[in-house]
T-cell receptor, first 115, second 112 residues
């Protein structure tokens, strides 16, 4: 079956611009997560959704970052006024709820480069 | 979430068992041990998890010490495709979605 997909796979933008990164989770997965991964580091948690609501957004670094999941499926991570330090691979993952929530399925990521 | 400590890198010969250690001395009673791996340029992949009993699935075995302060992931017959960064993560209860706190992991290289 189809896995988690993320678009675009690569995004190059100029400092100060606005970007949107999209995540399509596995159908039926109620939980959705965003992580970002800098070169040579492990993924860093940003936010997770249970259904349409953000259940934990404690990892968002500042108010330039925002994410939505309006219909409980597709999610968009939005970054305003991008900075060079935002350059990273942004990973999305989804999981079933309840007793199967331990297994998160990750997408291939979006590589964001801010010039 | 409890912190984990892993060796930064390990090597293993193809066909041999790869044993990856993890220390998590501050683990609390309701925290599980999870293992994920990340093959180059891909997203992380779930391998296995456990609370206090040893666990085995089609990918690996997880051995957790009786005091739960450390664990070992065992890949019984390593292949070249097992070359990856392996992350040991300690996190809260399985029920309900949980954020994963990744450390630096162990870079495992399987040599022919």
């Amino acid at each position: 079956g189809a896995g988690v997909s993320q678009t675009p796979s690569n995004k190059v933008t100029e400092k100060g611009k606005y970007v949107e990164l999209r995540c399509d989770p596995i159908s039926g997965h109620t939980a959705l997560y965003w992580y970002r991964q800098s070169l040579g580091q492990g993924p860093e948690f940003l936010i997770y959704f249970q259904g349409t609501g953000a259940a934990d957004d404690s990892g968002l670094p500042n108010d330039r970052f925002f994410a939505v999941r309006p219909e409980g499926s597709v999610s968009t991570l939005k970054i305003q006024r991008t900075e060079r330090g935002d350059s990273a691979v942004y990973l999305c993952a989804s999981s079933l709820g309840g007793t199967r929530s331990y297994e998160q399925y990750f997408g291939p990521g979006t590589r964001l480069t801010v010039t | 979430d409890a912190k984990t400590t892993q060796p930064p890198s390990m090597d293993c010969a193809e066909g041999r068992a790869a044993n990856l250690p993890c220390n998590h001395s501050t683990i609390s009673g309701n925290e599980y041990v999870y293992w994920y791996r990340q093959i180059h340029s891909q997203g992380p992949q779930y391998i296995i998890h456990g609370l206090k009993n040893n666990e085995t699935n089609e990918m690996a075995s997880l051995i957790i010490t009786e005091d739960r302060k450390s664990s070992t992931l065992i890949l019984p017959h390593a292949t070249l495709r097992d070359t990856a960064v392996y992350y040991c993560i300690v996190s809260g209860q399985v029920r309900g979605a949980q954020k994963l706190v990744f450390g630096q992991g162990t870079r495992l290289t399987i040599n022919p």
